[in-house]
């Protein structure tokens, strides 16, 4: 399986909290729309708590080799390189870097956070390759 990535947006608060550190809940959800028989292409999208509001969102393709039921890792694998493609544009625009604690219990993830942005807004067309 192949997972590629055709498209990043991040919108994200012009100034950071004034608390060095802080506790975001995370929504998440992933589309899916079949293209062929052996690919789908799929649409991420991560919102985090109005205690810092980031809106992430990636659209990419899946190419499926022997994959019976995509829908059982496919979701879950697409939003861990998803947040942490996230958390790589979001220390982009940082001084200081992001670390990510994921608590398995609630499928929450948190996330600390320490400097201001450099830019609130970043829209990308890359090619990579997960």
């Known amino acids: 399986m ?3 990535v055709n498209k990043l947006q991040i919108i994200r608060p012009e100034k950071d909290p004034k608390k060095p550190n802080i506790d ?3 929504n998440w959800y992933v589309d899916f729309k ?3 028989n052996s690919s789908l292409e799929y649409s991420c ?3 985090t708590s109005d205690k810092y509001p980031i809106t992430f969102r990636i659209n990419g393709t899946v190419d499926l080799e022997d994959l019976k039921d995509p ?8 939003f861990d390189n998803s947040l942490k493609i996230m958390l790589t544009m979001l220390n982009l625009t940082k001084s200081i870097d992001l670390n990510i604690e994921t608590k398995l219990e609630d499928s929450n ?5 320490n400097s201001s942005p450099k ?3 970043v829209d990308m067309y890359p090619s990579i390759y997960c």
Do not use: G
């Open 45 to 47: 999208t991560i919102k």
């Open 71 to 78: 829908a059982d890792i496919l979701p879950s694998a697409i």
């Open 2 to 4: 192949k997972i590629s």
């Open 109 to 113: 993830s948190t996330f600390t956070k």
């Open 119 to 121: 830019k609130n807004f």
């Open 24 to 26: 975001l809940d995370v």
């Open 34 to 36: 079949e293209k062929s």
